[in-house]
């Protein structure tokens, strides 16, 4: 199993970016897929979850209404479109595979909102 982020960067609030999870080596229609950040000094936070047909979506209050999870099943990958972004969104984004045999992650890609 991997997964790879991309997308992070440096923004100006109300900005906005879209970051990508490619995933390999299972069979990625057939599970739910998950973002967490973790901000400097803080645990991981679960941001959104999506079910393995992208039918259900399900996010964290602090980000309902600006982000917006997806999947391409065709390109086995993930996204996270995060809008108006706010200096408390600073934070490593990573995507998540639980899996019956394993917990996997990817080694997260930074997003730093700052003016």
């Known amino acids: 199993v991997r997964l790879v982020e991309s997308g992070g960067g440096s923004v100006q609030p109300g900005g906005s970016l879209r970051l990508s999870c490619a995933a390999s080596g299972f069979t990625f229609s057939n599970y739910d897929m998950r973002w967490y950040r973790q901000a400097p000094g803080k645990g991981r936070e679960l941001v959104a979850t999506?079910?393995?047909?992208?039918?259900?979506?399900n996010y964290a209050d602090s980000v309902k209404g600006r982000f917006t999870i997806s999947r391409d099943n065709a390109k086995n990958t993930v996204y996270l479109q995060m809008n108006s972004l706010k200096p408390e969104d600073t934070a490593v984004y990573y995507c998540r595979l639980l899996m019956l045999s394993g917990d996997y992650w990817g080694q997260g890609t930074q997003v730093t909102i700052s003016s």
């Open positions: 999506i079910t393995s047909t992208g039918g259900t979506k």
